[in-house]
């Protein structure tokens, strides 16, 4: 689930949020889906991570966070 992706599912790979090497489990709770392209950004210093209500977010290798905005809910005054 990477900030602006819109690969289907059956594109992409399980990955381990927490990965296994460092006590992560393989379960749901603590995998996301990602396409190949987004899950080598992770493994090279992206991050991407889920709050418990499900929310989404994707931070750059600086910490930063990756915010989009979708162009047909901004109101022009």
Do not use: Q, Y
């Not at 819109?6 to 594109?11: I, L, Q, T, V």
């Not at 381990?16 to 889906?33: C, P, R, V, Y």
Request: aromatic fraction near 10%.
């Amino acid at each position: 689930m990477f900030a602006g992706c819109d690969a289907p599912p059956w594109w992409c790979e399980a990955h381990h949020l927490i990965h296994w090497a460092f006590g992560g489990e393989t379960t749901l709770d603590n995998t996301g889906l990602l396409c190949e392209r987004h899950h080598g950004k992770v493994h090279a210093g992206f991050r991407v991570e889920r709050d418990p209500d499900g929310t989404w977010h994707t931070h750059r290798p600086d910490g930063t966070e990756i915010l989009l905005t979708r162009p047909d809910l901004l109101v022009s005054v």
